[in-house]
């Protein structure tokens, strides 16, 4: 989880609306890229991809979908 505070990870997380990793192809599902069973429910930082159910984000290191290191995480709620 990314501590509350953490400005310059949000920020960075800001630019994803004009990044081409970012494709509406890649949320056509809801479920879990990595283990492809669990509903989604993280966005790894600073990529800000939502890809990844909580156990299967917790446990990588890179960003499944752009490779990068991942710094933090937010938990999303879908209602």
Not at 41 to 48: I, Y
Not at 55 to 62: H, K, L, S
């Amino acid at each position: 989880m990314l501590p509350i505070g953490n400005n310059r990870q949000l920020h960075g997380a800001a630019g994803v609306l004009n990044d081409p990793t970012h494709s509406l192809d890649d949320y056509k599902s809801d479920r879990c890229v990595s283990c492809l069973k669990n509903q989604r429910g993280q966005v790894t930082l600073p990529c800000a991809h939502f890809l990844l159910c909580g156990p299967c984000g917790q446990q990588a290191v890179d960003c499944p979908k752009c490779g990068h290191r991942i710094v933090g995480q937010v938990k999303v709620f879908i209602a």
